[in-house]
C-alpha cells in the first residue's frame, strides 16, 4: 500500500496549502484527464486517468510511496471515497474536501438545500432518478455522460418540471442554463453537469417545521395525521361515497389499504401505479412513502378529488383519466402496480409491463380466481388473503354486536416475480 494517501477534492479554485503540499510529494496522482492537465502534477509522478475507481484503488494499493487522488468538489459526498474505503483495497485516507458541485449548484441558483433529494444517475439509475423528481420538489441530480439533463427530461416527459443545468462547475467553462423540462432535449449539454429539478406541489413543503435542524425527507408522514391506513373521512370524497365509473366506490376500507401498502413495498424511486385509483386514499398513502404514484381512474370527478388529497398532504401524484387497459400503454414503467378495480382484465395489462409486485382487490370470488390464475400464468409467485372487517362498538368501547357481513369482507391478492 501507498505510504501515503490524499483524497484532494478540487472545485476549480487555488488549492489550500494542505492540497499543495500533499500534491507536490506525490508520486502517483490520479485524477480526470482535466484535473491532471490543470494541476501542478510533479514531473516524475504516475499518471492515472480516473475512469474505473476501482481499478484506480488496485493500482494505488499496489504502489509505493504518496498517492494523490484528484476529485470533484467534496468527495466523500457521492464521490470516489465510498469506492476507496471498501476493505478489499485496505485503503487508509486523508480527505482534503472543496465544495461539493451539489452546494456549489444551489448556490448559483441562489437557493437553499436542506430540503432538497440528492440522487445519481450514474451505475444505470436513470430511472430511478426521474422517479424522485416526480415524487419530490427539489431535487439535486448529478448525471452522467449516458445519462444527462436530456435523457433525464425525456424521462418525466409530460412531467411539468424547471431545470437549472450548471455544466463544467467550477471550471472556466462554467455555464448555469434555466430551461422547463419540454426544452431541455432540444440542447447540446456538457458533462459533468449538476441538474436542479425545480417544481411541482410535493414534498418539500411539508418539511416547513423541520427546517433549520433536518435536511432531506425521510421517511416520515408530516403533519397531524401520521402513519397510514387513515380513515375514510380523512380524504376528500371518500366521505361521500364518489362513485367511479368502474363501479369501485369509495376509499378502500383502512385495513385493505394498510395490507396493501405492506405489499406494494413503496419506497423513493419507485413508480407505482394506482389503477382504478377511486379518490386517490392509497396513491396518496403510498406517495406518502416518498415513491412517485400515478393514479388512473376513469372518472373525471374521482380525478378531481385525487388532485385534491394530493395537495392536502403535500405529495404529487400524476391523475391519469381512463380506463385501465387502454391507458397503460402510455405510462412510464412501474415498479409496483395495485389494482383497486378492473379485474382479470386490468390485472393481465399490468403484467405485461412485468412489474416487480402487483396487488389486487377482487370484488367477487369469480373475480379473485380469475385473477390469481393470470397473476400465476404470468409467472409470478401468487398470495392472498380474505379480510373481515368488524369495528369495535363506538359508543360502548366493547366488542359488541361483531357481524361479517358482505359489505365488511375484501379479497386481496398480490404477486412477486421470483427472485
Not at 28 to 40: E, R
Not at 235 to 248: I, M, P
Amino acid at each position: 500500500m501507498a505510504d501515503r494517501i490524499t483524497v484532494i477534492g478540487w472545485d476549480g479554485t487555488p488549492l489550500t496549502e494542505a492540497a499543495s503540499s500533499a500534491l507536490a510529494g506525490a508520486t502517483l496522482v490520479a485524477g480526470a484527464p482535466y484535473q491532471l492537465a490543470a494541476l501542478p502534477v510533479p514531473a516524475g509522478a504516475e499518471r492515472i486517468a480516473l475512469g474505473s475507481v476501482q481499478l484506480a484503488a488496485r493500482r494505488i494499493a499496489e504502489h509505493r510511496g504518496a498517492a494523490v487522488v484528484v476529485a470533484e468538489g467534496d468527495p466523500g459526498f457521492f464521490g470516489v471515497v465510498r469506492t476507496l474505503r471498501r476493505p478489499e483495497y485496505g485503503l487508509e485516507l486523508e480527505v482534503l474536501p472543496a465544495v461539493s458541485s451539489v452546494a456549489a449548484a444551489f448556490a448559483r441558483a441562489g437557493m437553499p438545500w436542506e430540503d432538497a433529494q440528492v440522487v445519481s444517475t450514474h451505475g444505470g439509475r436513470l430511472r430511478r432518478a426521474a422517479n424522485v423528481c416526480r415524487a419530490y420538489s427539489k431535487v439535486a441530480v448529478l448525471t452522467s455522460a449516458d445519462a444527462g439533463p436530456s435523457e433525464l427530461a425525456l424521462m418525466l416527459r409530460g412531467v411539468h418540471r424547471t431545470f437549472v443545468v450548471c455544466e463544467a462547475l467550477g471550471t472556466p467553462d462554467e455555464d448555469v442554463t434555466v430551461l422547463t423540462s419540454e426544452r431541455v432535449p432540444d440542447q447540446v449539454w456538457r458533462d459533468p453537469a449538476v441538474v436542479l429539478v425545480i417544481g411541482g406541489g410535493g414534498q418539500p413543503h411539508a418539511v416547513d417545521e423541520a427546517a433549520g435542524w433536518l435536511a432531506g425527507r425521510p421517511v416520515v408522514f408530516p403533519g397531524p395525521d401520521r402513519g397510514w391506513a387513515l380513515p375514510a373521512e380523512a380524504y376528500a370524497g371518500a366521505e361521500r361515497g364518489v362513485q367511479t365509473a368502474a363501479g369501485a366506490g369509495h376509499a378502500l376500507p383502512p385495513h385493505v389499504r394498510a395490507l396493501a401498502v405492506a405489499r406494494l413495498g413503496p419506497v423513493p424511486g419507485d413508480l407505482v401505479w394506482v389503477v382504478g385509483a377511486g379518490t386517490g386514499a392509497l396513491a396518496v398513502e403510498t406517495a406518502r412513502f416518498g415513491a412517485a404514484v400515478v393514479a388512473v381512474e376513469a372518472d373525471r370527478s374521482a380525478c378531481a378529488q385525487i388532485a385534491v388529497n394530493a395537495r392536502r398532504y403535500g405529495v404529487e401524484i400524476e391523475p391519469v383519466h381512463g380506463v385501465g387497459p387502454e391507458v397503460l400503454g402510455g405510462l412510464p414503467e412501474p415498479d409496483a402496480v395495485m389494482v383497486e378495480s378492473g379485474g382479470a382484465e386490468v390485472v393481465r395489462a399490468v403484467l405485461a409491463r412485468r412489474p416487480e409486485r402487483l396487488v389486487a382487490v377482487a370484488h367477487t370470488l369469480a373475480e379473485a380466481e380469475a385473477v390469481r390464475e393470470a397473476i400465476a400464468g404470468a409467472g409470478y409467485r401468487v398470495d392472498g388473503a380474505l379480510l373481515q372487517y368488524a369495528p369495535l362498538d363506538a359508543g360502548r368501547g366493547t366488542v359488541a354486536g361483531l357481524s361479517i357481513g358482505p359489505g365488511e369482507q375484501s379479497l386481496v391478492l398480490w404477486g412477486e416475480q421470483p427472485s
